[in-house]
């Protein structure tokens, strides 16, 4: 039974360009929520993911958006990429949106 | 006010010591609570969820207290290997909120 996975494992980009994030739940859970965790920080929610729309929103500006495909995997996408954003994005599924969550190994991105 | 706060730590404690977190949370209306543990530069790993009548796994036991919004994590006979950051983690039906984490190293 595979666990979530999350693709790239590390990116590197220059400010202003942009970045697609992939990931694919757990077998059997229709849920996926995003997080960013910057350095000795706890994961910050940005998004949550269910029936291909998006049903929950943390506190991030609209240069972070995603989406959702039939089969329940996600993408994150960020544009005009910020030094800030460095960070490890966190993708967790779930099989509902209140229901334990599990993450992938994430993605971490450097922004030079 | 952060939904979440915890105490960063941190704790080094020596190998079959106990050692006890807190955790506080703002929202009365919080629905469900987690422990989660994280290892270096890896994703947190679900630990246990957290009940209101108190929940055993092994060493590990894990109180909710909702009058006065705080949940706890103890941990017996510390072993080398439960050094890592633990997550407190509480959903309030919409998001879920993680705290800064608190971090544990058990030292021989």
């Known amino acids: 039974d595979a666990g979530v996975t999350q693709s790239p494992t590390h990116l590197i980009k220059t400010r202003g360009q942009q970045v697609t994030l992939r990931c694919s739940p757990k077998s059997g859970h229709d849920t996926v929520s995003w997080y960013q965790q910057a350095l000795g920080q706890g994961p910050q929610f940005i998004f949550q993911y269910y029936e291909e729309e998006e049903r929950q929103r943390g506190n991030f500006p609209d240069r972070f958006s995603g989406h959702q495909f039939p089969n329940y995997s996600s993408e994150l996408n960020v544009n005009a990429l910020l030094l800030g954003d460095s960070a490890l994005y966190l993708c967790a599924s779930s099989l509902a949106a209140a229901d334990t969550q599990y993450f992938g190994p994430g993605t971490r991105l450097t922004v030079l | 006010r952060k939904e979440v706060e915890q105490d960063p730590g941190p704790f080094n404690v020596p190998e079959g010591a106990t050692v006890a977190f807190n955790c506080t949370y703002s929202n009365s209306a919080s629905q469900s609570f987690f422990w989660y543990r994280q290892d270096c530069r890896k994703e947190p790993k679900l630990l246990m969820s957290v009940y209101s009548s108190g929940n055993e796994d092994g060493r590990f036991t894990a109180q909710l207290n909702r009058a006065s919004q705080y949940i706890s994590l103890l941990i017996r006979d510390s072993k080398l290997s439960d050094s890592a950051t633990y997550l407190c983690?509480?959903?309030?039906?919409?998001?879920?909120?993680f705290g800064t984490g608190t971090s544990l190293t058990v030292i021989p």
């Open positions: 983690v509480v959903n309030t039906g919409n998001q879920f909120y």
